[in-house]
């Protein structure tokens, strides 16, 4: 875990993201919380995790997302080299999907 961010303001928002309990509260606040562009930015980011994790390649995943291929190299890093963050969403999700 990166030690510059983990802050008691931060926790504090953990926290209230952490008490959120559907996808409507999780809009009315992320709508509060953010702008406009930083919630795409964070939804891109996530879309471009989910298809580097399905091994699309950066042009495919640049002409469906929009994202530059520095964000797509960023988010590449973080899969490859970071905390495992996405991996444990993305195996949470598999198991909450219905077949």
Aim: charged share 30%.
């Amino acid at each position: 875990m990166n030690k510059k961010i983990k802050t008691e303001a931060v926790d504090f928002m953990f926290e209230a993201i952490l008490s959120l309990e559907n996808r409507e509260e999780c809009y009315a606040f992320f709508e509060d919380l953010c702008t406009v562009n930083e919630l795409l930015s964070l939804s891109q980011r996530f879309e471009v995790a989910a298809m580097l994790r399905d091994h699309k390649t950066y042009l495919e995943i640049a002409e469906k997302t929009g994202a530059s291929t520095a964000t797509i190299s960023r988010v590449n890093r973080s899969l490859n080299y970071g905390n495992d963050g996405y991996e444990l969403v993305f195996q949470r999700m598999k198991k909450d999907t219905p077949n």
